[in-house]
Nanobody
Framework: QVQLVESGGGSVQAGGSLRLSCAAS????????MGWFRQAPGKEREGVAG???????RYADSVKGRFTISQDNAKNTLYLQMNSLKPEDTAMYYC????????????????????WGQGTQVTVSS
């Protein structure tokens, strides 16, 4: 059974940084595609960054140049380094996994990820 546990969220002022972590267990981590998604109140869940088992990454236009997705296969952990945070980055952030090697156009798609964590809140104040 896939388990994903996010951590690292919190409150920060605009321009600050946070690093989210997602501890994964219950499956062969290195063969999975992983992603970070976020959902703000009243809005749909959206893809932020994704990485497939080949190491290919994709970012939403809104976070390019500010966020970096990475992973440590030895620790079965996914990270999201978030720099130059903006108030519009405020949302619940979710880690997601899928047991397929997703193509680049799938890496930000909610519908293509089968397992989800519970989320961690990120709040950015102006």
């Amino acid at each position: 059974q896939v388990q994903l546990v996010e951590s690292g969220g919190g409150s920060v002022q605009a321009g600050g940084s946070l690093r989210l972590s997602c501890a994964a267990s219950g499956y062969p981590y290195s063969s999975y595609s992983m992603g970070w998604f976020r959902q703000a109140p009243g809005k749909e869940r959206e893809g932020v960054a994704g990485i497939n088992s080949d190491g290919y990454t994709r970012y939403a236009d809104s976070v390019k140049g500010r966020f970096t997705i990475s992973q440590d296969n030895a620790k079965n952990t996914l990270y999201l380094q978030m720099n130059s945070l903006k108030p519009e980055d405020t949302a619940m952030y979710y880690c997601a996994a899928d047991n397929r090697r997703l193509a680049w156009w799938q890496l930000l798609s909610v519908l293509d990820f089968g397992s989800w964590g519970q989320g961690t809140q990120v709040t950015v104040s102006s």
